[in-house]
């Protein structure tokens, strides 16, 4: 499968950004379905995940109440909605997909496709 994220950008402290990300190539209710980020100098980390049905939601603490996760499998397609964003939220934005349901949905390593990564700068 492959995915293409869009929606990433600059904005102000306090403001809101969509992210979307594309499927293709793939049932894409076969996968349950990550956001992840990266900002200069750290290691990757997870942002939010969701189950193939959409029906679990998961949000690392640092964006818990700011952001939220959705998908629309008629259009192969999962959103990350960031509300609130702070200058530490600067970073590339990846969308991944994993297969099973079992694990945590935050580690990188349960994810066996990713995008090439959109990004998001939020300036104070």
């Known amino acids: 499968v492959q995915l293409q994220e869009s929606g990433g950008g600059l904005v102000q402290t306090g403001g809101s950004l969509r992210l979307s990300c594309a499927a293709s190539?793939?049932?894409?209710?076969?996968?349950?379905m990550g956001w992840f980020r990266q900002a200069p100098g750290r290691e990757r980390e997870f942002v939010s995940a969701?189950?193939?049905?959409?029906?679990?939601?998961f949000y690392a603490d640092s964006v818990l109440g700011r952001f939220t996760i959705s998908r629309d499998n008629a259009k192969d397609t999962v959103y990350l909605r960031m509300n609130s964003l702070k200058p530490e939220d600067t970073a590339v934005y990846y969308c991944?997909?994993?297969?099973?349901?079992?694990?945590?949905?935050?580690?990188?390593?349960?994810?066996?496709?990713w995008g090439q990564g959109t990004l998001v700068t939020v300036s104070s």
């Open positions: 969701i189950t193939w049905s959409g029906g679990s939601k």
């Open positions: 991944a997909a994993r297969y099973g349901t079992s694990g945590t949905y935050g580690t990188l390593g349960e994810y066996r496709h």
């Open positions: 190539g793939g049932a894409f209710t076969s996968y349950g």
